[in-house]
Each structure stands twice: as structure tokens, then as C-alpha cells.
């Protein structure tokens, strides 16, 4: 119903406008005055905590790019090797599985028969599991050996929104806690990375509060395109395969998301005049060579006659020299990007749904959780 959706058009929009708040309920009563993580409730022996020496993301759709984008801060912070598979198929290739194996089962529904049955599968090879899971009691809560739960609230939209940045942020702090435990962080930097954290929901609403009309004309310009390209780098990464799929998902155009870097082994072929691609621009602040490389590829593909969309940080001076429209993401370090930069890409997919005509809380053929294999 209408009250159901607190005054927006439709859930979608109403859960893209909760990621702010999504964000912040879920650092809730993580940080103590000490300056130490807790995760009270995550009922696993430190020591084996200590002692894991590989993690294992498992997770589908929209929960494995958050798990691709917790790889990148958690090989950073804790020096453990993370790899992230899609549940399907993690249990039918024998993966390699000990005690010292931490799998980490993201699912916001709690109840993806894919998810549940591989962290089944990594139980009985006697490894840990635990849950980022944003639905109490869910399967997939019930079934690990704990549960970190997001705090996005209840999400209707069949297309998650602001489950990804809660499930960012809980993988986060799981990985601030390994790194605690392990002793790879120091004190003071653990700090300094919640507070950053911390500030994350007031940037995501300076984007919610600017962004949409420029976001809502890029949409009403390209509704008619073809097909679209999404891509990134480093964290910028699963972003774009993130908004590939958002929109793929609600607006039924043809995407694609890939790695920046591989855009001349293969990508760069499909490139013509006119070519929508979306391009996530890391910072350039700290000579970040990100930077450079992200921009090289926009400098070729605009050559080719491609017509590009920029996520990048307010104030980029050479990305508003090629780009033909910027969604623009204030300062943050690059490992918080993510947590800004899909947000243009959600309302982005919303706003190219209505301008199809489409609904944008339930797509065709798909449901919200896949209780199915
Ligand atoms: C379905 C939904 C997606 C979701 C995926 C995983 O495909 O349409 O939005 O990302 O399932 O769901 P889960 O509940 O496990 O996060």
C-alpha cells in the first residue's frame, strides 16, 4: 500500500532512500570508548577466530558483489586470503575446506536454497561459518555457527539496495575484528577506519540529496539505448557489476560489468558510436594510479564514439573533461567508495525502469528470494 512505501512511488525507491540509515544501524554498538571492535554476539572461540588462515565468501546475486568488494579491505587489513564464490558453485567443485576455514554466507533474505546448502556442505567438512544475514531467525542465520546481522530493515523490492551497503558494512567490521584479533591493524587505525565508516551515511545523503536530477536526465536521455557497459577497478569492480546487474534486473537493458583492465582483451570490440558505459573513477587524491589507468580507458573508449558515464569524486577535473554525464561521489578513501558509489547506480536502474514503464518492485521472472536450486 501507499503508507507500506512512507510516501515514495515504490519500495525500490523507499529502500534506495534507507541505505543512509542502513549504513548506520548496522555499525550500532560495534565501537567501544576503548577504541576495540565487538561482535558479542558472534559465539565462536577467539582462538579459532585467530587461527582461521583462509575465509570463503559464499553468497549469489547482489550479496556476492558485497563479498567481492569485503575481499579487497580484508586481504588488506587482515593478510588472509578471502575468495569469493557464488553458492552454486562453491559445493559442487570439492572445494578446499579445513577447521581453519572461515566461510562467510551473505545472504539478506537468509534463505537462498543455494547459500543454505553450501554452508551445509562447509559445516560437514568441519569448517566455520558464519552469516551476514539481514532476517532474524532466517535458515541461513539459524544454520551457521554465528550471525552478523545487517540492519537494513525489512527489504521488499525484489532488487536489493540497501541490503549491499549494509552487508558492505558488516563484512567490514567483521574484517576490523580479524584484524583486531590477529593483530595485523593497529589500535588507532582500527579507529580511524570505523570513524570513517562512521561518516559514510552522511556522504551517502549528500548523493541522495544532489544526485537525482542529474541521475533522472541521464535516464530519461538513454531509456532507448541498447545495451550498456559497466566498468571499474579494484573496489570500483564489483560496483559496476553491481549496477550492470541493478539495471539488467529492473530495466531489462542489455549490461555488462566487467574489470576496467580488461576492457582491451576483449570488451573494447563492442565499443561504437554512441556506447553508454559507465565508468566507477576511483579517487585521484594520493597519486592513486587507479586513477590514471581508469581514466586511460575513457580517454580510448571515448575516442571510439562511446558516450560515457562517470561515478567519480566532486571536483575531478579530468574526468569532466571526457565524461558526458558525472554522478558525482564526495571525498572518501577508495576502500569506502563502494558504499557512495552504487547508490547512483541504484537510482540510476530505478529511474530507467519508470521511464520504461516498468515496475520497479517486482521485475518480471525473478523473486525476491530464490528458496529454490
Ligand atoms: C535474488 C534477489 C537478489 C538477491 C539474490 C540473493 O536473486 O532477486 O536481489 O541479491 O536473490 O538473495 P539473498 O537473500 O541470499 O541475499
Redesign the pocket.
Known sequence: SAAEKGGWDSFMDKEIHEDPAAVQRTLIGRMSDDGTIHLDEVHIDEHELKAVDKIIVV?????SYAGMVAKYAIEHWVRVPVEVELAHEFRYRDPILTPRTLVVA???????MD?LMALRHAREQGSKVLAIC?TQGAS?ARESDAVLYTHAGPEVA???TK?FVAQITAAYILGLYLAQLKGTVFRDEIRNTFDQLQAMPRKIQWVLDTQPSTIEQAAVQLADARSFLFLGRHVGYPVAMEGALKLK?IAYTFTEGFAAGELKHGPIALVDEGEPIVFIVPPARGRNVLHAKVLSGIEEVKARGAYIIAVAEVGDKDVERYADVIFWRPECPTLMSPLVDVVPLQLFAMDMAKQKGYDVDKPRN?????TVE
Open positions: 553468497a549469489c546475486g547482489t550479496a551473505i545472504s539478506q533474505s537468509g534463505e537462498t547459500t539481514n541461513i525484489v532488487a536489493s541490503a534486473e525473478l523473486a525476491k528470494s530464490v
